[in-house]
């Protein structure tokens, strides 16, 4: 039994939109799954699905042993954060951790007109909650603040808080870092990986950003148009995609593609149209002799990109019938639009796909 499962789940919109397309996802407890896909592909949609804020065209959906395909968000114990994630304003920090606990005090007695209320929402237990979650967050110097008085790292940590305070059955975090600088969500990444995997409960989290999903993700869904295209652990899904468009989407850089009739010396598996290899995997030399592997040939180098730690070498293979392709070098490469090189690329790093773009598993 996974702690949340899509059972062949579709949602089509009212004006025939397919934005969901019989997903079929479980996930672990205290595993985190990243969605990830080009923009429309489905991710939001899935999460909301899961909330219950979408009802589905079709299939199931489970927490646990529970069927919540039909019930009500309230009930279902999910917490989500947005990437805009609102604090109350005109509360400081605790009471903004503490509010979605004194609601549902407030929302049981009322349920039941008894006034007992459940073990999770006492002031005991509200106050201990605080404590705890703030500790773990580094916000406990914040907790007298008011929202304006915050960075927006520290916002979403409040908002990662107060969903953290609930002990929901599951998390779902939709692009929850999008919106701040790269140092900022780079450091938050590590600390939310770490918070993830004390929490021991299934993280459901979107993002576009596939370097983001690949540091924070236990495994990767990665979404076309509304359907799952592959899952898996990050390494797996980076060094054995499906096919050109995971290995395309996984990658900071576009695979090198080429057809088939390129490689007339090597033998291509059955079916093989196109082959392809990533950037990191192209050896450049200035030498034109003595370059090995399966694929070796001469090359102008067209652009070079410096991007701090390493290099992009845009080239012409003026061998490979002038082909565009990209080579990742050193930072420190001494080449320059114009020069002449040698690349070559070993026989394992060879991706084959057939003619629907399928990589051929070899
Ligand atoms: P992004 O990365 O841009 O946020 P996403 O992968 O989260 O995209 P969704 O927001 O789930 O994508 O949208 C999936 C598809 O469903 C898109 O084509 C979108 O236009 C469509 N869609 C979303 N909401 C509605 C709606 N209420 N009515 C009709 N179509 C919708």
Not at 16 to 41: R, Y
Not at 43 to 68: C, H, N, Q, Y
Not at 154 to 180: C, H, K, N, T, Y
């Amino acid at each position: 039994m996974k702690a949340i499962e899509f059972d062949s789940v579709t949602k089509t919109f009212p004006d025939g939109t397919v934005a969901v397309d019989k997903l079929s996802l479980g996930v672990e407890n205290g595993e985190t799954m990243a969605l990830i896909g080009p923009s429309g592909c489905g991710k939001t949609t899935t999460l909301r699905l899961l909330a219950g804020l979408e009802d589905p065209t079709a299939g199931s959906i489970w927490l646990g042993e529970s069927d919540v395909t039909r019930v009500a968000p309230a009930n279902r114990n999910v917490a989500m954060m947005f990437q805009s994630d609102a604090l109350y304003s005109h509360m400081s920090v605790r009471g903004n951790l503490s509010f979605g606990l004194k609601n549902r005090r407030r929302f049981w007695s009322r349920a039941f007109r008894s006034g007992s209320v459940d073990a999770n929402s006492s002031p005991e237990r509200i106050v201990e909650g605080i404590g705890s979650v703030a500790k773990r967050l580094g916000i406990e110097p914040l907790l007298d603040r008011k929202p304006h008085q915050l960075s927006g790292g520290e916002r979403q940590r409040v908002a990662l808080g107060r969903a953290m305070i609930r002990d929901p059955a599951a998390f779902l975090l939709d692009e929850p870092l999008s919106r701040l600088d790269a140092r900022l969500a780079g450091e938050l990444r590590i600390e939310l990986r770490q918070v993830f995997r004390d929490l021991g409960k299934p993280v459901l989290y979107v993002t576009h950003d596939q370097r983001e999903a690949m540091a924070l993700a236990d495994r990767l869904a990665v979404m076309d148009r509304g359907k799952v295209l592959q899952v898996g652990e990050p390494l797996e899904v980076y060094q054995r995609p499906v096919n050109l468009f995971v290995a395309n989407f996984v990658g900071s850089v576009p695979v090198n593609v080429l057809p088939k009739a390129l490689l007339a010396s090597m033998l291509a598996p059955a079916g093989a149209e196109i082959f392809g290899f990533r950037a990191e995997h192209v050896g450049v030399s200035g030498k034109q002799e003595g370059a090995g592997g399966a694929l070796s040939f001469r090359a102008r180098v067209r652009e070079v990109e410096r991007l701090g730690d390493h290099a992009l070498v845009y080239m012409d293979a003026d061998e490979l019938e002038g082909a565009r392709l990209v080579a990742r070098c050193d930072a420190e490469t001494e080449f320059r639009p114009g020069d002449p090189i040698k690349a070559s690329v070993d026989e394992e790093r060879l991706m084959w796909f057939d003619a629907s773009q399928q990589r051929i598993k070899s």
